[in-house]
């Protein structure tokens, strides 16, 4: 039987990358099928423009895209985009020092306990080389080569995984494209008044400065950090992370592309903060995330300028912010998705993420006119999960810091931090295990990653993995490193692939 309660229109309000983010894979939904369509509208001001930064992905954005149909090498090409197999750390531990988060896993488990547990055994016995050199990704980072995973896991060659990296104004106008092709209307104007009724609070209708009044029966809102609806009319509430995460500030400022084109985010630690390299075809994307209650902003942009690689091909450009989390991101009618819905440091890239899970979580628990509350209560509880777990992984790398050299990070490593991120670290230091508090979220590899990489090395190790001699393990070892190597071998150039595979044209 049909449902006459299904909703009739969707209205998003924002058109930056939350905004296309939601709107493309709704606009696929209805275009499937038979049946009333629901129309959806998207609504972005032609005067507030968009946050514009956003360049670094994960992995799981490939599901994204494939739900989607999207090839990648359309995608690259499309957004001038390169590939990512992780991000390298500089002078995060302390000044000099270095390590990768690799994404994929650290090939494959002997005796149905992790690699992981079997290198801290060897490793206890002082015959380890670095955790990172089992790390597939790791070693095509360091030597600049890409090339997609081949053939299947556990092979070294199948045990890695990569993200994107893409120009974001492109990447917005590719899913815009995308979205309007499958019947989503854009609409022109900025929203002046929202319309609730009387009966019940529900969003009816928002109303445009020249006049045009929009009704809908969903409202997602993507305006970023003004949160339009979910702030300024259902009084969501927002809890405040700053004293977690200090870093409130940001200046971005691309420059010239340079050679080596790197398959990987960088980010260096600074005197209050940290900056970011993120290499494209026809740029690199640049950064500085730093807390003005410890630098000035003119400070802030010296230390940008003088870490730059390469010539700015602008100014820099400013941005504030807030870490924190709204307390609800669905209330009555309307859902936030986007900044419009926290905002995390890019440290790990994982706002583009959150976007993504948002938008998939509204799709699982998708609502008719009746809006039974029980969804939005188990959207509201994985969104709070996943925005707690990935809070807990960022805080961790500065919480471990040993740097002392600045206020900035004597006051990151004397913070007091959740308990969950506390219980993490001590269980990983006395056994090595790894907490998984949102199992959608960083997977143990990564946290593995983190954690030795700020020098947290356990104390003691799975004693189920005792049972393997120690000659096995060796030559497993041996064969893994073998097995890596020929890989990284046989990969070409991150440059060379890209220029073969999905070289983006000259921008007009
Ligand atoms: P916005 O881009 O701000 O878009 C808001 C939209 O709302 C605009 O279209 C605007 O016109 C519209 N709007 C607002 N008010 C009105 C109104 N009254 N009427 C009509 N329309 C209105 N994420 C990552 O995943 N990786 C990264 O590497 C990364 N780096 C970042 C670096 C920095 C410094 C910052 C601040 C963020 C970064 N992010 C990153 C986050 C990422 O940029 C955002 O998650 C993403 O761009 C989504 O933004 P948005 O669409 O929610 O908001």
């Not at 870093?247 to 420059?255: D, E, F, G």
């Not at 080596?260 to 960088?266: A, D, G, K, N, V």
Request: charged share 20%.
């Amino acid at each position: 039987m049909e449902n006459d309660l299904a909703l009739r229109r969707i209205v998003i309000v924002g058109g930056g990358t939350a905004g296309w983010m939601a709107a493309a894979p709704l606009a696929q939904q209805f275009m499937r099928g038979s049946g009333e369509r629901c129309e959806i509208l998207l609504v972005e001001s032609p005067d507030i423009g968009t946050v514009g930064v956003g360049e670094a992905t994960l992995p799981p954005i490939r599901f994204y895209n494939r739900a989607l149909g999207i090839e990648g090498a359309d995608f690259v090409r499309k957004t001038q985009g390169s590939f990512k197999l992780g991000i390298e750390f500089k002078d995060w531990g302390h000044l000099g020092h270095r390590f990768f988060h690799g994404f994929g896993d650290f090939g494959p488990a002997v005796d149905g306990r992790s690699a992981f547990m079997h290198w801290l055994r060897l490793n206890e016995q002082g015959e380890m080389p670095s955790y990172e050199d089992w790390s597939t990704a790791t070693q095509l980072a360091r030597a600049n080569r890409f090339t997609p995973p081949q053939g299947e896991a556990p092979s070294p060659s199948a045990s890695y995984s990569f993200a994107y990296h893409f120009d974001a104004s492109l990447y917005a106008a590719y899913l815009r494209d995308y979205a309007v092709q499958r019947g989503t209307q854009r609409i022109e104007g900025t929203i002046v008044e929202v319309e609730q009724r009387p009966e019940d609070g529900f969003v009816a209708a928002v109303k445009l400065a020249d006049g045009r009044r929009i009704e809908g029966d969903l409202f997602i809102d993507c305006s970023g950090f003004r949160a339009l609806l979910i702030e300024g009319t259902m009084k969501a509430g927002y809890e405040d992370w700053s004293a977690l995460l200090p870093c409130n500030s940001a200046l971005a400022v691309p420059t010239r592309r340079v050679e080596p084109l790197t398959p990987y985010t960088t980010s260096t630690a600074r005197e209050a903060g940290w900056q970011w390299r993120i290499p494209l075809q026809h740029r690199t994307g640049n950064g500085h995330v730093y807390c003005n209650g410890f630098i000035s902003d003119e400070r802030a942009e010296a230390i940008l300028m003088q870490g730059l690689d390469a010539p700015a091909l602008a100014s820099p450009r400013p941005l504030r912010f807030t870490a924190g989390r709204r307390r609800q991101s669905w209330i009555k009618n309307v859902v936030a998705v986007g900044l419009a819905g926290g905002f995390l440091e890019p440290l790990e890239s994982t706002s583009i993420q959150l976007i993504m899970d948002a938008v998939g979580r509204l799709i699982q628990y998708f609502p008719d006119r009746s809006f039974a509350p029980q969804l939005a209560a188990e959207f509201n509880r994985k969104m709070a999960l996943q925005y707690e777990s990935i809070r807990d992984f960022i805080v961790l790398h500065y919480k471990l810091t040993r740097r002392d050299d600045s206020e900035f990070w004597r006051y990151c490593a004397a913070m007091p931090i959740p308990d969950t991120l506390a219980h993490q670290i001590e269980l990983f230091r006395a056994s090595g295990r790894v907490a998984i508090l949102d199992p959608e979220g960083f997977a143990e590899p990564s946290w593995v990653s983190l954690l030795l990489g700020l020098g947290v090395l356990p104390r003691g190790h799975d004693p189920l993995a005792d049972r393997v001699p120690l000659d096995q393990l060796r030559q497993h070892f041996e064969r893994v490193r073998q097995a890596i190597t020929q890989t990284v071998a046989g990969t070409p150039d991150h440059a060379a692939y890209l220029e073969r595979h999905a070289k983006a044209a000259p921008l007009a």
